[in-house]
C-alpha cells in the first residue's frame, strides 16, 4: 500500500489537538432536499462551526439511520441524486471552500460505481475519506488498499456490541479517526447520552491513537459538551437533518441551518 499523505482530516485533529479543542462533525445526505441546495448547505455548516462534512451518499435502503435521514434519502433520489452528481458537487464545494469532506456511505452505491473508478474519482472532486457504513471490516483490505492508495482516508464504525477482535480490524482499517457509534440502534435523536459511550472510548483506545468521533444520539448543546469531555469529535447529524426538512422550502434555509449549527458548536469554542 503505497504512503499516504497527511489529509486534511488528519490535519484537522492535530489541529484541534494543539490547541486543545475537540472537532465538531457534521452529516448532510448529499442532494437533500435537492442537489441544487448541497453547496450552499455544506457553506452554511461551515460558517456555523462545522469542522468536517460527512456527505452520505443517498440510498434507498439505509438500514443503520432512522426515519429522519431515511426521509433525506427518499427527499434526494427524487430529486434525481446521485453519486456522480455528488461528486461533481464536491467539485463546487471546493472552489469555495478547504473544509474536510467525508462521503458517508452503504455499499451498493460503491460497489456499483466501482471501488477503483470511485477512488480515483473522489480524490480528484476533493473527498478527503471514505466512510463505509456496512463494509465487514474482515472483508475490508482491498476496498482499504483501493481508497488508501488515491491518498483518502478509511473511516470505520465501531459499536457498543464490538468484540475486541472487531475494535482490533477496525483500528487496523481506519484512519483520520475512528466513528464510535454511541449505542445499538438507528440513528436518532435522543434525550441522554448511552451509558455504553466511555466504556467504548476506553475499549478503542487500547487499539489505536486515532482520534475517536461520537456519534448517534447527539443533538443538544449540552449533549455536545457531554461528549467533548470524553472524545476527539462530537458528531451531529439526525439533528441537522431534521433542521433541513423543517425548513427545506424557506428561503433562508442556509441561514438558519447556520444558525442552528453555532448553537451546536457554542460548547466548543
Known amino acids: 500500500m503505497p504512503a499516504q499523505t497527511t489529509t486534511r482530516i488528519a490535519s484537522l485533529f492535530a489541529e484541534r489537538k494543539a490547541a ?12 437533500d432536499p435537492t442537489p441544487a441546495h448541497t453547496v450552499e448547505l455544506v457553506l452554511a455548516l461551515e460558517r456555523g ?10 440510498f434507498s435502503d439505509p438500514i443503520a439511520d432512522g426515519p429522519v435521514i431515511q426521509r433525506a434519502s427518499d427527499r434526494a433520489l427524487r430529486a ?3 453519486l456522480h452528481g455528488l461528486l461533481e458537487t464536491v467539485q463546487q464545494i471546493r472552489r469555495h471552500s478547504e473544509i474536510p469532506l467525508l462521503l458517508f456511505s452503504y455499499l451498493n452505491p460503491l460497489l456499483r460505481y466501482g471501488f477503483e473508478k470511485l477512488a480515483r474519482d473522489a480524490a480528484q472532486a476533493g ?5 463505509l457504513t456496512d463494509l465487514s471490516v474482515e472483508e475490508a483490505a482491498d476496498p482499504v488498499a483501493r481508497l488508501r492508495g488515491q491518498g483518502l482516508d478509511t473511516v470505520f464504525l465501531a459499536a457498543p456490541t464490538s468484540t475486541d477482535h472487531r475494535l482490533q480490524l477496525v483500528a487496523q482499517h481506519s484512519s483520520g479517526f475512528v466513528y464510535l457509534v454511541s449505542r445499538t440502534g438507528v440513528t436518532g435523536e435522543q434525550t441522554s447520552l ?4 466511555a466504556p467504548l472510548l476506553a475499549r478503542t ?3 489505536t491513537d486515532l482520534p475517536l468521533a461520537l456519534g448517534f444520539g447527539i443533538s443538544t448543546p449540552a449533549q455536545v ?3 467533548a469531555a470524553l472524545a476527539d469529535g462530537i458528531v451531529v447529524g439526525s439533528a441537522i437533518v431534521k433542521t433541513i426538512e423543517a425548513n427545506a422550502g424557506a428561503a433562508d434555509l442556509a441561514q438558519k441551518l447556520e444558525a442552528f449549527t453555532r448553537t451546536l458548536t457554542k460548547p466548543l469554542l
Not at 462551526?49 to 443517498?58: N, Q
Not at 473527498?127 to 466512510?131: A, K, N, S, T, Y
Not at 448511552?194 to 459511550?197: N, V
Open 80 to 82: 434525481g441524486a446521485t
Open 225 to 227: 459538551a457531554e461528549v
Open 194 to 197: 448511552s451509558s455504553a459511550a
Open 20 to 31: 486543545n479543542r475537540k472537532a465538531f462533525i457534521a452529516y448532510i445526505t448529499g442532494g
Open 49 to 58: 462551526g462545522a469542522d468536517l462534512i460527512e456527505l452520505g451518499v443517498p
Open 205 to 207: 483506545r487500547q487499539y
Open 127 to 131: 473527498i478527503d475519506g471514505v466512510l
